[in-house]
């Protein structure tokens, strides 16, 4: 089954578009344009959006307190053919909760509030069940209070008024702290306590102590109903369809409008050249302190113990930052609108900055990709982000050959009998590989899957659509009946049969 980005169809169309941006290292904006020569970062990044139909993308890096790369692809409006150069603008949709994030945590610099406060200590008008639910858990969606906009769906300011109203009559989703569960409420109370603690609107706090205070012409409040210059259309494959949104072929518009109150959430625009002055602003002390900064990407902990966020990669949540957690390399990872991400990497001294206008785009899901241009240690070629028992399995095959996957593991087995490998990691990783575009690697890894894990109908799933991608009509079939068999009530596989019969 989909569990990340597959296969994608090829649009030759959305090209490489040189010469608009600078590939030397500095760490103030570049005066002047220089026409640059493709790198591999650039071919990577070519294939890339022609593998996800990404129509336009801006890149920054910032490596050792310089930015070392800052370029910009493709087009910025397909309509009319206008490139994206360093001077568009995109949507930066959540990215925009980790400005927050800073901004919460200037207010306990300046000693106004700490993150263990209780949110009704400053907003005693709340619902008392509300009350007690601290600044931490709100900034990381560990609040349990109930959510504004739900399956996020976008309403006017008026409709926005109705439903807060009508949100304060609900109960509690659940108790504070018991787990993650993103929110939009939160950050809109984030932007009443802002307003209240700084005495003037939160857009004005985040301006003048952020984007002014960084130097950040380009980056500003606001959404489709806004006249920016220089804007990116916004654009996706996904359209609904029986309620869920499914990937089809044709490029559609898309527009998005926030109400003024969750523009602490999702309400700023910006170019990768501003994104990479914020991030060396952050990595320099200019707009925290050092154990701020620690704070502000530390992921907070459930009251378990634990850390929960979106996914496998980004498990944990800070600040307004999603996190990720793992023995090496570890990030954290502002991403907006499944358009856009923002990962820092605090060991390795870098960061990368990623912004499309593609919905469904998902840079995060390739940003480490990008990193391991300048980090070589993190290849995905060498297994990087593989737990150790596959990572040292991946290896091994590379040396002979990924048809060996099974004997070598039932060699494995043999000699331990404790030796086990997850499904669920298994099957990341053969969707690693197709994103890698190594196809036969990946089928043999699905092929594994199967082998261990025969009554798994996802792991059959995963099998049916590799083959189907291949263009193996007979066995992808087999295996999507195999599917059914296995969980007769798979739509994906039904469908897809319907299709392919």
Request: hydrophobic share 40%; proline share 5%; net charge positive.
């Amino acid at each position: 089954m989909k569990k990340s980005t597959v296969l994608a169809g090829l649009c030759a169309a959305f090209c490489l578009t040189m010469g608009t941006g600078t590939a030397h290292a500095t760490n103030s904006r570049p005066a002047a344009t220089t026409i640059s020569t493709p790198d591999s970062v650039d071919r990577f990044l070519a294939a890339k959006m022609q593998q996800l139909r990404i129509p336009g993308l801006q890149l920054a890096v910032i490596h050792h307190g310089k930015i070392v790369k800052l370029q910009s692809y493709g087009l910025a409006n397909v309509q009319d053919s206008v490139p994206v150069t360093s001077r568009t603008v995109f949507p930066l949709n959540s990215i925009t909760k980790a400005f927050t994030g800073v901004a919460v945590l200037q207010l306990v610099e300046a000693g106004k509030l700490k993150l263990t406060d209780p949110i009704g200590q400053y907003l005693p008008g709340l619902p008392a069940a509300w009350h007690p639910v601290t600044i931490r858990q709100l900034l990381a969606h560990s609040s349990g209070i109930p959510n504004i906009l739900p399956d996020d769906e976008q309403v006017s300011e008026n409709e926005q008024q109705k439903a807060w109203a009508a949100i304060q009559a609900q109960p509690m989703d659940f108790k504070p702290g018991e787990k993650f569960s993103y929110n939009q409420t939160n950050y809109l109370l984030l932007g009443k306590l802002i307003d209240q603690l700084s005495g003037q609107p939160f857009t004005q706090v985040i301006e003048q102590k952020q984007l002014w205070a960084v130097g950040m012409p380009h980056s500003k409040f606001g959404d489709a109903h806004s006249v920016t210059a220089h804007a990116a259309r916004g654009y996706s494959f996904l359209h609904a369809v029986d309620g869920e949104l499914r990937r089809g072929k044709e490029l559609r518009n898309v527009f998005e409008v926030f109400a003024p109150l969750l523009y602490t959430a999702a309400g700023l625009n910006s170019t990768a050249a501003d994104m990479a002055q914020w991030v060396l602003a952050l990595q320099q002390g200019k707009l925290l302190r050092p154990a701020s900064l620690s704070t502000l990407w530390t992921p907070v902990l459930l009251n378990n113990g634990q850390t929960a966020g979106f996914s496998r990669q980004l498990n944990g949540y800070a600040a307004g930052w999603p996190t990720v957690g793992r023995a090496e390399h570890r990030a954290v990872a502002a991403v907006g609108g499944g358009r856009s991400a923002v990962f820092v990497y605090p060991e390795d001294d870098l960061a990368v900055v990623v912004l499309t206008n593609l919905l469904g785009a998902n840079p995060d899901r390739f940003v480490d990709e990008i990193a391991s241009f300048y980090v070589r240690d993190m290849r995905l070629a060498a297994g990087f982000g593989l737990p150790p028992q596959l990572r040292t399995l991946h290896n091994e095959l590379r040396q002979r050959g990924f048809e060996n996957a099974l004997p070598l593991v039932r060699q494995q087995q043999k000699q331990n009998a404790a030796y086990k490998l997850p499904e669920d990691a298994v099957n990341a990783w053969g969707y690693s590989l197709l994103r890698q575009q190594q196809a036969q690697q990946a089928l043999e890894i699905f092929k594994l899957n199967v082998s261990l894990y025969p009554t798994s109908a996802n792991a059959y799933d995963s099998l049916a659509e590799t083959y189907q991608e291949m263009g193996n009509k007979v066995l992808a079939v087999k295996n999507y009946r195999q599917v059914l068999k296995l969980d007769p009530s798979s739509r994906n596989a039904a469908e897809q049969l319907k299709k392919l019969q």
